[in-house]
């Protein structure tokens, strides 16, 4: 049996983000399914989870505009669930765990996972060109398969010019369905940001190529790949790709799109093909269903040793950021290395990520996006999960560390905006 703390708060009917009232609770928890360790013992080695801070984290996205915030931690077979606001402005209904929602750009590790089991299957090489697969398709021979999943192709990220306005871009394409190559020949009008292979530069066309891939190579549909590789193995029961379908089936949380006009209203984004990026952000899931697939993924359930040792070779990002295949490692502000993906989708910013043994994991979630607030106040839920309570301070010496870490985040955080149309700071 697993042990589940619950960490509770709402706030009122529309938008409304008056006071909250939070409770710890320690109830019983139904049996852990298959894909979760059950040991008690948190994690190895490391602090217990910070949830005073974690609910601070979730406050402090309401108090910038977020309707709702959310978040799970499961630790070794400890699951700590914590929820503010609303996930749906009209009924005022509370926000819970056990929403789904759009998970944005974690879809892209969802994708790098069924390219690199067809590797370890002898069904392609990465280091082969991608033309190679799919022949006359990219413009440079030299692009392989390692730089699409590593983000160093140079391939130009067609949302910098779909969203560059953002709500207008984003109804121009609620409803829409595009071919995977369609998107990419957007990428094409323009040239490539650099040679390949030369730096990092994330954008969503190398993982449309991605998923291009994976359907020439394997003859089916990615609803098939997801399903048969990830989603029935692991029992992620929440998780689903419905493309075009635009609806998300069941209980969840809706999404709401901040316009770039200040004091607008905000927008409910919930309803879209996400047509527009398919493998590169159409996964619907859980927070429950994440963790138990970072934590399956780095704990070798998924992929071969020598598979998950290159998603793990890292090109760096910034100072605290690096990227692999598919795949993002985060230096947090107490030395701790957690690996994992975000997402950004219309309505939704997700972090999603797990110790490096897969035994600590946490996603959390806001339902809104273009606010960049939001999603910086977000990334500290990383620290209150993996780094525990923050040290007593003993002096001015003993706490620039920590401050000058957060300067540096901040800093990098203004430069550094992924996901959707990174390329003119949309969030």
């Given at each position: 049996m697993e042990k589940n703390q619950m960490v509770s708060g709402m706030v009122g009917r529309g938008t409304a983000l008056g006071a909250v009232l939070l409770s710890l609770l320690a109830v019983?928890?139904?049996?852990?399914?298959?894909?979760?360790?059950?040991?008690?013992?948190?994690?190895?080695?490391m602090p217990a989870p910070d949830l005073e801070g974690l609910r601070e984290v979730l406050r402090s996205a309401l108090a910038k505009g977020a309707p709702g915030a959310m978040a799970r931690i499961d630790d070794n077979g400890t699951v700590y669930k914590a929820a503010e606001g609303i996930a749906d402005r009209v009924t005022g209904?509370?926000?819970?765990?056990?929403?789904?929602?759009?998970?944005?750009?974690?879809?892209?590790?969802?994708?790098?996972?069924?390219?690199?089991?067809?590797?370890?299957?002898?069904?392609?090489?990465?280091d082969t060109s991608v033309n190679t697969y799919l022949p006359g398709l990219l413009p440079d021979d030299?692009?392989?398969?390692?730089?699409?999943l590593s983000h160093r192709s140079g391939l130009y990220d067609y949302t910098n010019d779909m969203f560059a306005q953002t709500v207008p871009g984003f109804e121009s394409v609620r409803n829409r369905v595009f071919t995977l190559k369609e998107l990419v020949d957007l990428s094409l009008a323009k040239p490539l940001n650099n040679q390949p292979g030369a730096a990092y530069s994330y954008s969503n066309t190398n993982f449309v190529v991605v998923g291009m891939l994976i359907e020439k190579l394997t003859g089916h549909t990615l609803s098939t790949e997801y399903r048969d590789r990830i989603i029935k193995p692991l029992k992620l029961r929440d998780t689903f790709y419905v493309h075009p379908d635009t609806a998300l089936p069941g209980r969840h949380t809706k999404g709401y799109l901040t316009p770039d006009e200040a004091g607008a209203p905000l927008v409910d984004s919930t309803r879209q093909t996400v047509s527009w990026a398919q493998s590169a952000g159409a996964v619907i899931s859980s927070t429950k269903n994440l963790d138990t697939f970072f934590s399956a993924l780095l704990g070798g359930k998924l992929l071969s040793a020598d598979r998950l040792a290159q998603m793990q070779q890292w090109t760096p990002v910034n100072s605290t950021q690096g990227y692999g295949l598919g795949l993002r490692r985060r230096d947090l502000s107490c030395g701790v290395s957690v690996y994992g993906h975000t997402g950004t989708v219309?309505?939704?910013?997700?972090?999603?990520?797990?110790?490096?043994?897969?035994?600590?994991?946490?996603?959390?979630?806001?339902?809104?996006?273009?606010?960049?607030?939001?999603?910086?106040?977000?990334?500290?839920?990383?620290?209150?999960?993996?780094?525990?309570?923050?040290?007593?301070?003993?002096?001015?010496?003993?706490?620039a560390p920590s401050q000058q870490h957060e300067k540096q985040h901040e800093k990098e955080h203004e430069k550094q905006y992924e996901d959707i149309a990174p390329g003119i700071a949309r969030d």
């Amino acid at each position: 049996m697993e042990k589940n703390q619950m960490v509770s708060g709402m706030v009122g009917r529309g938008t409304a983000l008056g006071a909250v009232l939070l409770s710890l609770l320690a109830v019983p928890a139904q049996a852990a399914s298959a894909a979760e360790s059950t040991p008690t013992a948190a994690a190895e080695g490391m602090p217990a989870p910070d949830l005073e801070g974690l609910r601070e984290v979730l406050r402090s996205a309401l108090a910038k505009g977020a309707p709702g915030a959310m978040a799970r931690i499961d630790d070794n077979g400890t699951v700590y669930k914590a929820a503010e606001g609303i996930a749906d402005r009209v009924t005022g209904r509370p926000i819970s765990t056990q929403d789904r929602f759009r998970v944005g750009s974690v879809s892209k590790s969802f994708s790098s996972v069924v390219l690199l089991q067809l590797v370890d299957e002898g069904r392609l090489d990465l280091d082969t060109s991608v033309n190679t697969y799919l022949p006359g398709l990219l413009p440079d021979d030299r692009i392989s398969v390692r730089h699409l999943l590593s983000h160093r192709s140079g391939l130009y990220d067609y949302t910098n010019d779909m969203f560059a306005q953002t709500v207008p871009g984003f109804e121009s394409v609620r409803n829409r369905v595009f071919t995977l190559k369609e998107l990419v020949d957007l990428s094409l009008a323009k040239p490539l940001n650099n040679q390949p292979g030369a730096a990092y530069s994330y954008s969503n066309t190398n993982f449309v190529v991605v998923g291009m891939l994976i359907e020439k190579l394997t003859g089916h549909t990615l609803s098939t790949e997801y399903r048969d590789r990830i989603i029935k193995p692991l029992k992620l029961r929440d998780t689903f790709y419905v493309h075009p379908d635009t609806a998300l089936p069941g209980r969840h949380t809706k999404g709401y799109l901040t316009p770039d006009e200040a004091g607008a209203p905000l927008v409910d984004s919930t309803r879209q093909t996400v047509s527009w990026a398919q493998s590169a952000g159409a996964v619907i899931s859980s927070t429950k269903n994440l963790d138990t697939f970072f934590s399956a993924l780095l704990g070798g359930k998924l992929l071969s040793a020598d598979r998950l040792a290159q998603m793990q070779q890292w090109t760096p990002v910034n100072s605290t950021q690096g990227y692999g295949l598919g795949l993002r490692r985060r230096d947090l502000s107490c030395g701790v290395s957690v690996y994992g993906h975000t997402g950004t989708v219309q309505g939704y910013y997700t972090y999603s990520f797990t110790s490096k043994d897969g035994k600590r994991s946490i996603t959390a979630v806001a339902n809104t996006s273009n606010n960049g607030d939001v999603l910086g106040i977000m990334a500290k839920t990383l620290d209150a999960a993996f780094c525990g309570k923050p040290a007593p301070a003993t002096g001015a010496r003993s706490a620039a560390p920590s401050q000058q870490h957060e300067k540096q985040h901040e800093k990098e955080h203004e430069k550094q905006y992924e996901d959707i149309a990174p390329g003119i700071a949309r969030d």
